[in-house]
């Protein structure tokens, strides 16, 4: 069994290919485990927050949007890239507000997770939002949403379903229900 240094890549040179608004990419050439070289092509991300906002009822809020790259109506968290200078912290409550017109007492950080490892670096930081009260919804120019309040457990349907069917949006559903149900619990203790 190799030890996890023996598995590391280490990169020999790389190229921006594409520089745009959000992503940047890159060909890296890279030294393998076995001494032979490989190239590698990756993308550059700035990372993402995502949040499930739970009234006190035990609801979600949910919204839906088209996404032009599959060419569909996804149902989805709310969500956004972590704009330059800004926490992830920040990010949750600044897209929570812009999405949703949600603000929160509370964001409770959940943890973190890759989706695309096999091309990408980006990190989506999940969140949980509670004593959240309605204000002004702003959504960005270029972004149209609809909101949908449902319970939680209707959320967790629609991943059973496949009515949920993005990625990001099932496992920081999954991940939040989990600390939501544990949460549950030490309450009624």
Not at 126 to 143: F, K, L, P, R, V
């Amino acid at each position: 069994m190799k030890h996890a240094q023996e598995l590391v890549e280490k990169k020999r040179s790389s190229k921006q290919v594409y520089d745009g608004n959000l992503l940047k990419v890159y060909v890296d050439e890279v030294r393998l485990p076995n001494g032979a070289t490989a190239t590698r092509d990756w993308i550059k991300h700035p990372g993402a927050c995502a949040v499930v906002p739970i009234f006190d009822n035990g609801d979600i809020l949910l919204i839906e949007q088209y996404r032009y790259s599959c060419k569909q109506l996804f149902i989805e968290v709310p969500a956004g890239k972590i704009d330059k200078n800004e926490t992830p912290d920040q990010t949750a409550e600044r897209e929570l507000k812009e999405e949703t017109g949600l603000v929160a007492d509370q964001i409770h950080y959940i943890g973190h997770f890759y989706p695309a490892i096999g091309y990408s670096d980006e990190v989506i930081h999940i969140y949980a939002a509670t004593g959240i009260s309605m204000q002004q919804q702003n959504t960005d120019a270029d972004e149209f949403v609809t909101l949908t309040r449902t319970p939680f457990t209707s959320a967790m349907n629609m991943i059973d379903t496949g009515k949920i069917n993005d990625g990001k949006s099932i496992v920081c559903l999954q991940r939040v229900w989990s600390w939501y149900q544990q949460r549950d619990q030490l309450r009624s203790l």
